[in-house]
């Protein structure tokens, strides 16, 4: 649980370090979920920073994932990408998953955008669909801002009722269309994992508006809109959820449709930096 003081003095010494190394005013967040890496190829002017040398920050030990921040330049933007995230299936307390959001609330940044590998639920998704959240539903057990609460990062009781922003939706929408994507919208449900869900849990999903599921994001936009930043978050449907179809569930499977959507996944955030 978050003790306030020994929080803002790990906060302070993540942005000095950085400030130091990085000299470039980022606007814009990006965490690049499963398969959305090669965005990190795009990336102008870069300066990669290891998690692992980061004061405070976890190191993020998922296949798949690499575990770096990357400062830098897109569509003429500055941006900083986290090129991995922590999940909580890998035993990170929620403080340990957000940090990374907190620091770069600190850093100023005015916005977000999270992607992430999910699962389908709503029967007229494909498996390689994007869609763009447009609410979640937290069922992981847990709330980031469960403890003490720092009054100097955000209100005691955040308001979610636009946890997704709309007009950056929209936004989104409009330029899916100039650049020929027709992304799907949805809610999110968040399950902590690891295992996927049960048949029976995705026909409850359903039944509560669930359109998707997955095992991450809603902690990040959680602590990002107490921030007061804005979000967008992007799925990647990557297979259809447990029971929907019959056949099993795996991690290849995840992975194969989130690498076959990968190009058309980063054209769509590229374009997506030029006009949030
Ligand atoms: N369930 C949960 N998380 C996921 C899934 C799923 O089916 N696919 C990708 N991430």
Redesign the pocket.
């Known amino acids: 649980m978050i003790k306030e003081a020994e929080y803002s003095t790990k906060l302070a010494e993540v942005r000095s370090y950085l400030n130091e190394k990085v000299n470039i005013q980022p606007e814009l967040g990006i965490i690049l979920g499963s398969g959305l890496g090669g965005f990190a190829d795009l990336i102008e002017e870069k300066i990669a920073i290891p998690y692992r040398e980061i004061p405070h920050f976890p190191v993020s030990t998922v296949e798949g994932h690499k575990g770096e921040l990357v400062f830098g330049k897109v569509m003429g933007k500055y941006i900083v990408a986290m090129q991995g995230r922590f999940h909580y299936y890998e035993g990170y307390s929620m403080q340990e998953v957000t940090f990374p959001i907190r620091v770069m609330q600190v850093l100023g940044l005015n916005g977000l955008i999270v992607t ?4 389908g639920i709503n029967a007229s998704y494909r498996p390689g669909d994007l869609v763009l959240i447009k609410d979640h539903i937290n069922f992981m057990g847990e709330n980031p801002l469960r403890g003490e609460n720092i009054s100097s990062l955000g209100p005691r009781f955040p308001d979610l009722s636009e946890g997704y922003d709309l007009e950056w939706r929209q936004k989104a929408l409009s330029v899916a269309q100039e650049i020929g994507i027709h992304p799907q919208e949805g809610i999110y449900a968040a ?1 902590s ?1 690891p295992s ?2 049960t048949p029976a849990e995705i026909r409850f999903l359903r039944t509560v508006g669930a359109d998707l ?3 991450s994001t809603v902690p990040e936009v959680i602590i990002a809109n107490q921030g007061g930043m804005r979000v967008l978050g992007i799925s990647c449907v ?2 259809m ?2 029971g929907i179809l019959p056949q099993r ?1 795996s991690h290849a499977e ?1 992975m194969e449709t989130a690498e076959r959507i990968e190009k058309q996944f980063i054209r769509f955030v590229q374009a997506l930096v030029r006009v949030l």
């Not at 992430?116 to 699962?119: D, P, R, S, T």
């Open positions: 992430n590998a999910a699962g399950m994992g996927y869900e599921v997955g095992m990557t297979n959820a447990a569930l995840v």
